[in-house]
């Protein structure tokens, strides 16, 4: 049984920093697609970025220089360093895993979010 579970959300001020935790199991990290998404109130979720099976990944232009997500597969967790944070970061963040299908991602499983909030 697949599960995620996102940690390390919170309140901050603008400017500031904060590192999201997704802790995972029965997820073979060392094969699998590992993301990271955003929904804030009455939008669409986005992609945020992801880490994929060969430890390469990639970033949503939004973000770029400011979020980098990482992986310890050791500790099958799953890692999303947040800096220079605005208030339009503000959202619910959910981390997701899946495997690599016809060169894509499916994204199976999703844990059920951790909120960020960013005052100005």
């Known amino acids: 049984q697949v599960q995620l579970m996102e940690s390390g959300g919170g309140s901050v001020q603008a400017g500031g920093s904060l590192r999201l935790s997704c802790s995972a199991s029965?997820?073979?990290?060392?094969?699998?697609?590992l993301g990271w998404f955003r929904q804030a109130p009455g939008m669409q979720r986005n992609w945020i970025a992801t880490?994929?099976?060969?430890?390469?990944?990639n970033h949503a232009q939004y973000v770029k220089g400011r979020f980098t997500v990482s992986k310890d597969i050791a500790k099958n967790t799953l890692y999303l360093q947040m800096d220079s944070l605005k208030p339009e970061d503000t959202a619910m963040y959910y981390c997701?895993?899946?495997?690599?299908?016809?060169?894509?991602?499916?994204?199976?499983?999703w844990g059920q979010g951790t909120q960020v909030t960013v005052s100005s």
């Open positions: 997701a895993a899946g495997p690599w299908i016809h060169d894509n991602c499916e994204w199976t499983y």
């Open positions: 880490s994929y099976r060969d430890n390469s990944r």
């Open positions: 029965g997820v073979d990290f060392s094969s699998s697609c």
